[in-house]
């Protein structure tokens, strides 16, 4: 019994050092499966994003489409209606070059113009601003009748964006020059009108990153109160651009901070906001 002894320890001994050793490599599996199961769902998540993301601009191009689409529609019927000067082989270049030139940017101008108030015209005009040049292209710019009926094509229009969803907007932010002669020598006061789907207690509009200015309520579109809400900002400085008709004057970029009634605060920049060279 003596002489086995010597041999029991390093015996013990070995038997200690495998249970550590499969108690260290037991752990180890575990914080791998944790780690695996963490970048499955980081994983999950990442691919969850990404299809809201392509989601989102799938919806945004059909939106789009249907947009240009009867905008192109319409057109199509005021060159039926109209002279008919330039014959159809004018008429389907011109459809054509101003199917390529209502891009994002520039149906979303003239949705803001169109829901401006009396936008409607107003709509027509830009559109014939739009389309003029197109028709120099294909013959002359001055066979263009006036597309009241592509203007109606923005009646189901309507503004989006990533801050129009966060703050739940209806209408705007309208812009428009507050003074009785339009012209930046002389006008620096800008109004602005904006309408949430639901109640706010409180709204402050930051213009260009600089004016803050607070918003009082009912404003004038639809009149609601604590829903529409307005303000003017005074001493603006808008960039300089030419003057067309009763067209879109600048593009500014516009803050709203807002303060809803179930508590709820919220903000979201518009960097590219119409500015319309009239108020009312």
């Known amino acids: 019994m003596s002489a086995s002894r010597p041999l029991l320890v390093p015996a013990l001994l070995l038997l200690l050092a495998t249970v550590a050793l499969a108690r260290c490599g037991g752990g180890s599996s575990q914080g791998d499966a944790a780690r695996q199961g963490a970048a499955r769902r980081d994983g999950q998540e990442s ?5 809201e993301r392509v989601s989102a601009q799938e919806r945004r191009a059909a939106y789009l489409d249907r947009v240009r689409d009867a905008i192109v529609h319409g057109a199509a019927v005021d060159f039926a209606i109209g002279t008919g000067i ?5 008429e389907a270049c011109v459809r054509g070059l101003l199917r390529k030139a209502l891009d994002g940017p520039t149906i979303a101008d003239l949705t803001a113009i169109y829901h401006r108030p009396y936008g409607a015209a107003f709509a027509a005009q830009a559109l014939n601003e739009v389309t003029a040049p197109l028709a120099g ?3 002359h710019r001055y066979w263009v009748p006036e597309l009241v009926e592509a203007a109606r094509g923005l009646r189901s229009a309507a503004p989006i964006g990533a801050a129009i969803e966060k703050l739940g907007v209806t209408y705007g932010p309208y812009l428009g020059m507050r003074c009785r002669q339009v012209g930046y020598g002389r006008c620096d006061r800008v109004g602005i009108d904006v309408v949430f789907g639901r109640a706010a207690t409180g709204v402050v509009a930051v213009f260009g990153g600089a004016q803050r200015i607070r918003l009082r309520t009912p404003g004038r579109h639809s009149a609601i109160k604590y829903r529409d809400w307005v ?3 005074t001493r603006v400085d808008l960039p300089p651009r030419r003057h067309h008709q009763d067209q879109a004057l600048a593009h500014v970029p516009i803050e709203l901070r807002v303060r809803f009634a179930d508590g709820r605060r919220a903000q979201a920049l518009f960097p590219r906001v119409l500015v319309s060279s009239g108020w009312g």
């Open 137 to 139: 292209r294909c013959g």
């Open 47 to 51: 691919r969850v994003a990404a299809f």
């Open 86 to 90: 330039g014959g159809p082989p004018f």
């Open 231 to 233: 303000g003017t900002f």
